[in-house]
């Protein structure tokens, strides 16, 4: 119900699926293989601007980048910018797509590392094509906020530079946001949300050395669903039938209790994996929506006063709108954020 256009593709789009090497850096740097996307616009230029686009959070295996389609915001994200020059890449994530791995959702370093490691491959893609990359632009809506403000962290310790960085509903932090889930749920939130936190804390059981974390906070009569669910047995249409209606009722009293004090393991990793707390070097928006029924307007923006404070890159939040929920939010971030990184390249 999102009203919005987009102007149309200029260009035919070539894609790629690309299988490449990467590491988990929270299991020792143990080797694992991933995939992703690389859509190559057919133009005649050969240094192009990449935009590398961060998917959000999805409850099956295949709804990635490189299966676009069964991604429509992957689709999206082609038409509007591979469609107009632009070379765009994006990573399936370890756990998702072609990966063996379970599902690193919302795990800090596999992550960062796994949008690395695409674009390296990118790189090697491009050049046997005869191309090479200009700007560097990332972006990202949901879960794939999250992950571009990692996968920024990353590329800035390696000084790597970003031309710029948007990011749409960015779960700036995530002990925050579970937190407000717990103790301050409200009427506009998604009936979906108790999916989320249960994909991280099974994640968390696996990739943080977290044995029986999962039995510890879901409640036992939801946990064999919840189980399958991050194993991608069932979807979320399955899940939903037997899952609860609110992240409280997902979770046990006594594990929900602790979120008041983070004082257990799994809320001090939690707060680690904060997306915000550095002084970045890259010039970002942040896109927020009046009636996002996922992220709360202060989580979405959070990195912004914070950045501010210290001095950082230019950063600031943008409006998406009273009308604006979680995906109307991402609508108006790909409209908005295309402009922006024309005007920026165009330098």
């Known amino acids: 119900p999102f009203a919005i256009s987009y102007p149309p593709a200029k260009n035919a789009v070539s894609l790629y699926k690309v299988r490449y090497q990467t590491v988990i850096p929270e299991r020792g740097n143990t080797p694992t293989t991933a995939s992703g996307l690389i859509a190559v616009p057919q133009v005649a230029h050969k240094n192009l601007p990449v935009v590398s686009y961060q998917h959000g959070t999805v409850f099956t295996k295949t709804a990635v980048p490189s299966h676009p389609e069964e991604s429509m915001e992957t689709r999206l994200m082609i038409a509007r910018f591979a469609g107009q020059g632009y070379l765009v890449i994006g990573a399936d994530y370890v756990g998702k797509g072609d990966s063996p791995e379970p599902d690193s959702y ?17 790189r090697e893609v491009g050049a046997a ?11 990202g809506w949901s879960q794939g906020a999250w992950a571009t403000m990692q996968f920024r962290h990353k590329l800035e310790e390696l000084a790597i530079p970003v031309a710029a960085a948007a990011t749409a509903s960015t779960p700036s932090d995530l002990y925050l946001l ?10 506009l939130d998604a009936s979906w949300l108790p999916g989320t936190p249960l994909l991280f804390i099974f994640a968390y059981e696996h990739y943080y050395d977290l ?4 039995r510890a906070a879901i ?4 946990w064999p669903t919840a189980s399958e669910l991050y194993t991608n047995k069932i979807d979320w249409t399955q899940a939903s039938k037997t899952l609860p209606g609110t992240v409280k009722e997902l979770l046990r009293p006594e ?5 008041s004090m983070g004082d257990s393991r799994f809320y001090r990793v939690l707060q680690d994996n904060a997306a915000y707390r550095w002084r970045s070097a890259t ?24 950045t501010q404070t210290v001095a950082g890159a230019p950063a600031e939040a943008v409006y998406a709108g009273d009308k604006a929920d979680h995906r109307g939010t991402f609508l108006f971030g790909v409209l908005d954020q295309k402009d922006w990184f024309d005007r920026i390249n165009a330098r």
């Open 106 to 122: 919302m795990v800090k370093d596999v992550t960062a590392q796994a949008c690395l490691d695409m674009l390296y491959a990118s």
């Open 129 to 139: 094509l005869g191309l090479t990359q200009q700007n560097l632009f990332l972006s």
């Open 178 to 187: 579970l937190t407000r889930w717990l103790n301050n749920p409200t009427s």
């Open 211 to 214: 044995p029986g974390l999962s």
């Open 219 to 222: 409640k036992e009569a939801y």
């Open 255 to 259: 594990f929900a209790a602790q979120s």
């Open 283 to 306: 010039p970002s928006r942040y896109y927020y929506g009046k009636i996002d029924e996922v992220m709360p307007p202060y989580v979405a923006t959070l990195p912004v006063e914070y």
